[in-house]
């Protein structure tokens, strides 16, 4: 039986003030599947179009040309909102993905609420704690003592995590990482990456990083992704991926 793919890009464009002097052909005819369970780590210089090929995916851009499926579904020209079925988002600044001026149980509520299982103000009744305290626990970060806590009051990497697990609440199709960890410390970093792992291993997610961090490409998910001048440059997985080292990632970056 065959395995529907949960992203798939064919022929993707994105012209950037087009008609102009500033003209820039940013997406070049992308192609891009990603399988159920690929953990697929995305690299690239700064303006080699990695980031506007996870825009684009997410919904925050539309493409000018080419089709988007996620989950069997055609998104190209759909809203954020109506990707969000299927896809969730963890952004690179920690205050993106959460709500300062709410407590941590009232993010953690809201994100269900976004799967439509629960409302704001029933989590206590609704027995909730308990859950919410296991569940963050999970973090190893301490916040499963501070529930009641406004999110604005946590540090950068706490609030990381909980935007990680707020994201992920829902078992997305499809996980999109925003260069999340580039915003934090190298211990945070380490920290988040770790849990990411973790979350990504045990609910089997389907997974799309984007990072600078060379390290973390080629420590973390089962495939590698070089983005140069706006197309796919290395596609590489498996036993194949485990043989790169950071030497030939910096050679391919010189071409």
Known sequence: METTAVLNVQQLQKVFFPGTSNERHVLKNVNLTIEPGDFVSVIGNNGAGKSTLLNTIAGTLSPDAGELTVAGHRVTNRSVAYRSRWIARVFQDPKMGTAGELSVAQNLTLAEKHTGSLSLRRYRRAGQTARYQELLA????????????????????????????????????????????????????????????????????????????????????????MVQDGQIKLDVRGAAKDRLEAADLMGLFGE
């Open 138 to 225: 999970s973090l190893n970060m301490g916040l499963e003592h501070r529930l009641n806590t406004q999110v604005k009051y946590l540090s950068g990497g706490q609030r990381q995590a909980l935007s990680l697990l707020m994201a992920t609440l829902s078992h997305p199709q499809l996980l999109l990482l925003d260069e999340h960890t580039a915003a934090l410390d190298p211990q945070t970093s380490r920290q988040v990456m770790a849990l990411t792992q973790r979350i990504v291993t045990r609910q089997h997610l389907t997974t799309m990083m984007i990072t600078h961090k060379i390290s973390d490409a080629l420590t973390y998910g089962n495939r590698l992704v």
